[in-house]
């Protein structure tokens, strides 16, 4: 089994041109919706652009569920983190919503409203006008929340780590939620690394 906590650092993730990439996840609980939590490992390169790292709702952009950069404003926004819904926004195990461009960054929204209409978008807009730029790799879906002694476990001290694994959750004091785990994808695992499949 390969050591998947240096993922980044082994470059399995997914470069996205700020122009027309994405990646389309499969449909979790069609049609429903669910309070639960989203991460990712991000890398962006430029500020210039309102990124969105995945996008659950529908092509009409109806629904709920997406987690974003802000738009570059002029007045320092461009470094911080946005969602949908009241929720808490976790960078690098820490409740906070700035995250830097040019270093790679784990991000969380928890306590989201998920509804899941179509496909998720993973590095773009439902509606594809929002493009990320850099690189996104071990991306999870939970149907729960993760409070913050979990997201802090799952952090690792910066390295990603297996998340179908109990002890992943458990290293400090956080809760076992590998069972509530909907959708997981690392982009990139010794066997599926090429396109199409991740």
């Not at 979790?28 to 990124?51: H, K, L, P």
């Not at 926004?89 to 989201?112: L, R």
């Amino acid at each position: 089994i390969p050591d998947m906590r240096k993922t980044f650092f082994t470059g399995k993730s997914i470069d996205f041109d700020n122009s027309n990439d994405y990646v389309k996840a499969g449909i979790m609980n069609s049609g429903s919706s669910f309070t639960g939590t989203f991460a990712a490992w991000v890398y962006r390169e430029t500020t210039d652009t309102g990124d969105f790292i995945y996008d659950g709702r529908g092509d009409s952009n109806g629904g709920a569920g997406y987690f974003r950069f802000l738009a570059d404003d002029g007045a320092s926004d461009d470094d911080k983190l946005d969602s949908q819904g009241s929720n808490t926004i976790y960078v690098d195990g820490v409740a906070t919503t700035t995250c830097s461009a040019g270093a790679w960054h784990h991000v969380v929204v928890a306590g989201q409203t998920i509804e899941i209409d179509e496909d998720i978008k993973i590095g773009s807009s439902k509606s594809g006008a929002s493009n990320f730029s850099g690189k996104i790799c071990d991306v999870a879906i939970w149907d729960t929340t993760l409070d913050a002694a979990t997201v802090a476990s799952i952090y690792n001290s910066g390295k990603p780590n297996d998340l179908t694994l109990a002890a992943s959750y458990t290293a400090g004091s956080g809760t076992d939620k590998s069972g509530d785990l909907q959708g997981y994808w690392r982009m990139g695992n010794g066997t599926l690394d090429e396109h199409p499949l991740v």
